[in-house]
């Protein structure tokens, strides 16, 4: 199971870190964290040591609730990002976290090698069209509605039936537009109640019918923080936990704010399942 990433095969055989760098002022976690460029270099250079595979850029906040970001804003957030990492550290492989598809365009051009879009084509009519015409891996993730209305959209009949129906036709319009290498994301926090996060986690297994990549993202989330009484800073041992329990049901990328101790969990999932070398 590999993917092409700007001509590197990258096998998911074995499952990856991604490690998150966001550039918004808002994220529930890091928001405003890197304030210049040094700053960010250092991080990124931090996950790259730690073992992160890919470091997944955002320049529009997708917290609940989060607030309108222009098409010109993203692009002046992520795009000299994208340039400054890529100048320092050359080979690093670059995702971009967005639903536009002017922003997927302007970032595979600066040099990033795959597209993580959380409304899987849905916001944008053109992004299935444009990443085939790019050429590069995509992740589409099951979201109802937008972030600032997805939390009003968590009535289902069969969650999991609906997850899985709603990727069956995601990957359908995917393929029709020649895109080749497909990840998908259950969206953990989107579109969902914390006991139907919990509800999908228990059933992830399930999306393997899909014959793709799994990307889980609960990385310090409030599905973890509100059952443990305490908040996202304080949410890394509650992550950890629940990031061994996705690898053991499929997860081929943890997508995550810690990638040593994520990298950690990778390396005791590898011991207790030594086919995956």
Known sequence: MTINCNGQLIDLSQPKVMGILNVTPDSFYDGGSYKNESDILAQVENMLNEGATFIDIGGYSSRPGADFVSEDEELQRVIPITELILKHFPHAIISIDTFRSKVAEASIAAGAALINDI???HLDKEMLTTVGQLSVPYIMMH???TPKTMQKLTVYEDLTKEVLSYFGERIAQAHNAQIKDIIIDPGFGFAKTLEQ?????N???LLQITEKPILSGVSRKSMIYKPLKTNA???LNGTTAIHMVCLQKGSSI???H???EA???VTLFNQINPQNP
Do not use: I, P, T
């Not at 996060?197 to 986690?201: C, G, K, T």
């Open 119 to 121: 409304s899987g084509g």
């Open 143 to 145: 979201m109802r509605g």
């Open 197 to 201: 996060n919990y509800e999908l986690l």
């Open 203 to 205: 059933k992830l297994e």
């Open 233 to 235: 800073q304080n949410a």
């Open 254 to 256: 943890l997508r995550v």
């Open 258 to 260: 810690d990638v040593k």
């Open 263 to 265: 990298m950690e969990c």
